[in-house]
């Protein structure tokens, strides 16, 4: 069965500290993983995909089949940064997608 | 566009009331979804369409929840009758296949509060 585990409901990081969002999934296929963000008052929307393999805002996320992880980084955090993240999942060819519980991450000042 | 637009934003109904939530995708996507979001159970899928076809119903919590698509601009979510454990931010949002997998376009939610 497809699962997405955010094992962080909250995570605080002071301004200019390094920011990680840990993410796993199970999945028996070929997954295909993202990152939403979802800032206060405004739409859910994409930050990343692991198949673009870019970075966004300064965030990035390494596929790791091994350790099946999808981990969100930034080197410095910002305040601008404070929101909420969702991990999510799609099997390769499917076009079903399911998200996690989410991580509310709070940068402080 | 104006993106995938949603009504109403705010909903309050008391328990044993039907609730109708609404959603208009953007033109020309061809998969619609709808989810709803709890703080405890995070975004859970409940149904999606592809060209207004529902294809997975697995995440519709019980058959008090309906979901129809009768053309590909607009879709209602149906609860009846509604439940206080039914309290949740519900999501639409489409997508097109030819844009690649994952990029959902959401709208802004309906807050749905069952007294």
Known sequence: AQRV?????????????????????????????FWYVQYSRQRLQLLLRH?????????????NKGETSFHLKKPFAQEEDSAMYYCALSGFGDDKIIFGKGTRLHILP | DAGVIQSPR??????????????????????????????????????????????DDSGMPEDRFSAKMPN?????????????????????????????????????????SVL
């Open chain 1, 51 to 63: 198949i673009s393999r870019e970075s966004i805002k300064g965030f990035t996320a390494d596929l």
């Open chain 1, 5 to 33: 585990t955010q094992p962080e409901k909250l995570l605080s990081v002071f301004k200019g500290a390094p920011v990680e969002l840990k993410c796993n999934y199970s999945y028996s296929g070929s997954p295909e993983l």
């Open chain 2, 10 to 55: 705010h909903e309050v109904t008391e328990m044993g009331q039907e609730v109708t939530l609404r959603c208009k995708p953007i033109s020309g996507h061809d998969y619609l979804f709808w989810y709803r979001q709890t703080m405890m159970r995070g975004l859970e899928l409940l149904i999606y369409f592809n060209n207004n076809v529902p294809i």
């Open chain 2, 72 to 112: 590909a601009s607009f879709s209602t979510l149906k609860i009846q009758p509604s439940e206080p454990r039914d309290s949740a931010v519900y999501f639409c949002a489409s997508s097109l296949k030819g844009q690649g997998t994952g990029l959902l376009f959401f709208g802004s939610g309906t807050q749905l």
